[in-house]
């Protein structure tokens, strides 16, 4: 069974950082195509960053220069560095994983979310 556990969430002022954990069991995340998404109140979820198992990284336009996504194979937890976090950033952040079986069928997997709140 798998299970993607986020952490690192919370309330930081304007400028600041956070470092999001997602902590998979039951799946290799370097096999996989991680992903972190984000939804605000009334907005659709949206792709944040993802990385492949090859190690290629595509970002929003909105975050690009301020977030980087990274792995530790070793703990199999994926990351997110939230740099320079703006009002606009708030939103539940949710970890993803999408893998291929042996006969190429997809599964999507998703984490329970982590709140990000920027307010002075």
């Known amino acids: 069974q798998v299970q993607l556990v986020e952490s690192g969430g919370g309330l930081v002022q304007p400028g600041g950082s956070l470092t999001l954990s997602c902590a998979a069991s039951?799946?290799?995340?370097?096999?996989?195509?991680m992903g972190w998404y984000r939804q605000a109140p009334g907005k659709q979820r949206e792709l944040v960053a993802g990385?492949?198992?090859?190690?290629?990284?595509n970002y929003a336009d909105s975050v690009k220069g301020r977030f980087t996504i990274f792995r530790d194979n070793a703990k199999n937890t994926e990351y997110l560095l939230m740099n320079s976090l703006k009002p606009e950033d708030t939103a539940v952040y949710y970890c993803?994983?999408?893998?291929?079986?042996?006969?190429?069928?997809?599964?999507?997997?998703w984490g329970q979310g982590t709140q990000v709140t920027v307010s002075s």
């Open positions: 993803n994983a999408k893998s291929r079986d042996i006969f190429l069928r997809e599964y999507d997997y």
């Open positions: 990385t492949t198992s090859g190690g290629s990284t």
């Open positions: 039951g799946l290799t995340i370097s096999t996989a195509t």
